[in-house]
T-cell receptor, first 114, second 113 residues
Framework: ETGVTQSPTHLIKTRGQQVTLRCSSQSGHNTVSWYQQALGQGPQFIFQYYREEENGRGNFPPRFSGLQFPNYSSELNVNALELDDSALYLC?????????????FGPGTRLTVT | GESVGLHLPTLSVQEGDNSIINCAYSNSASDYFIWYKQESGKGPQFIIDIRSNMDKRQGQRVTVLLNKTVKHLSLQIAATQPGDSAVYFCAETRSAAGNKLTFGGGTRVLVKP
């Protein structure tokens, strides 16, 4: 196990609703990245947080937003949910200040939008 | 645009045989590559990585080969075991992109007893 935890494990929401997903990074890691993984596809980068600020964003609309807290944990918020938002949402943490690009993934939150 | 892709979506291999998973990337600026293994219901698990200044790196039962001339990456698994059954992803990043990873679509490896 990587030490990265995510909650909840599964979630079912209705189109138009809002959702908040949570991630606790591995001890000592100050960078958190979020990825969306549709069924049968590779993860797609949403955004990254480093020292509580957004540090890079993928091709996702503004209704995808996030936060990082002083303890380096993070939240992913999605507003106005659409059916295509149904996916596995992965959080990954990494020690940004070290010479390594290795990221440690959590188990993910499975979001279903109906 | 940037893309990292895989040639074979599914690979069936006999237990004990060697497995080879291939990956092509299009961004010549990529300087770091990672192979991840993802089992059902779990997040991707780091297997091995390689920097662009290397062409081969070995781990425990795994070897990654990098051919920058043709932008090709491969993962070799020696003596494949039932526990190796999973989906394998290659991912790339660039120093300038921080830790943003670009993943390919994945190859499912099925190990037959």
């Amino acid at each position: 196990e990587t030490g990265v935890t995510q909650s909840p494990t599964h979630l079912i929401k209705t189109r138009g609703q809002q959702v908040t997903l949570r991630c606790s990074s591995q001890s000592g890691h100050n960078t958190v990245s979020w990825y969306q993984q549709a069924l049968g596809q590779g993860p797609q980068f949403i955004f990254q947080y480093y020292r509580e600020e957004e540090n890079g964003r993928g091709n996702f609309p503004p209704r995808f937003s996030g936060l990082q807290f002083p303890n380096y944990s993070s939240e992913l918020n999605v507003n106005a949910l659409e059916l295509d938002d149904s996916a596995l949402y992965l959080c990954a943490s990494s020690p940004r200040d070290r010479d390594s690009y290795e990221q440690y993934f959590g188990p993910g939150t499975r979001l279903t939008v109906t | 645009g940037e893309s990292v892709g895989l040639h074979l979506p599914t690979l069936s291999v006999q237990e004990g045989d060697n497995s080879i998973i291939n990956c092509a990337y299009s961004n010549s600026a990529s300087d770091y590559f990672i192979w991840y293994k993802q089992e059902s219901g779990k997040g991707p698990q780091f297997i091995i990585d390689i920097r662009s200044n290397m062409d081969k790196r070995q781990g425990q039962r795994v070897t990654v080969l990098l051919n920058k001339t043709v932008k090709h990456l491969s993962l070799q698994i020696a003596a494949t075991q039932p526990g190796d059954s999973a989906v394998y992803f290659c991912a790339e990043t660039r120093s300038a992109a921080g830790n943003k990873l670009t993943f390919g679509g994945g190859t499912r490896v099925l190990v037959k007893p």
